[in-house]
């Protein structure tokens, strides 16, 4: 087994179980290949798709995605750009929702326009691209943009912060704002340190 073994790389496989901890879909967008320093293919990375927590009665789930991406060997989160102030402009636009709610497209195509691969399917469902379609429409919140291509609807919830949590922060900062910065040595004292040796 892999976690057995210090420095082993991920595999499908803790996405999929990440996917049943959250109860959540996870999509990951990444690279097609990884390569190595001097930019030689060594191999697909296959991560790159959709993971459903199939495991899981779907009324136990949520239906908004997390968004990973995946490149040169590292995870990192996908978040939306908070966008107050400067209307509505594309995706991750806050359209005629709660003030309370943004949500963010997120697409279920590459970038050919295929459908995402969707991980650890039985048998039975695999089917055709219309079957997977209706699969993911079972699993998420989905829509199709003017442009025609589906997408995933991931809704989140405006950040309120405790009066508590602003206050601790407030104190922190005022903490290191008062911190009185190193004095540094002139090029001149630097030279006769040396000159010393």
């Known amino acids: 087994m892999f976690f057995k073994q210090p420095g082993a790389s991920l595999e499908q496989t803790h996405i999929f ?104 399917l039985s048998a039975q469902e695999i089917g055709n691209e219309e079957q997977q379609e209706k699969l993911l429409r079972e699993w998420l919140d989905c829509c199709v943009t003017e442009g025609g291509v589906l997408v995933a609807m991931q809704k989140s919830s405006r950040r309120r912060n405790h009066p508590l949590v602003t206050q601790m922060v407030e104190k922190w900062l005022d903490r290191y704002r008062q911190i009185r910065p190193c004095t540094s040595l002139s090029d001149g004292e630097e030279d006769e340190d040396d000159d010393d040796e």
């Open 17 to 120: 179980v990440l996917a049943h901890i959250l109860r959540r879909p996870i999509i990951v967008y990444g690279v097609k290949y990884y390569k190595s320093f001097r930019g030689e293919t060594l191999g697909y990375t296959r991560f790159q798709g959709v993971y459903l927590p199939l495991l899981w009665e779907q009324s136990f789930c949520w239906k908004s995605p997390i968004a990973l991406g995946y490149t040169r060997g590292h995870f990192s989160a996908l978040v939306a750009m908070e966008n107050d102030g400067y209307g509505n402009r594309g995706a991750g636009a806050n359209l005629n929702t709660d003030d309370d709610v943004t949500i963010t497209f997120l697409p279920l195509v590459d970038s050919e326009r295929k459908l995402l691969h969707i991980h650890f």
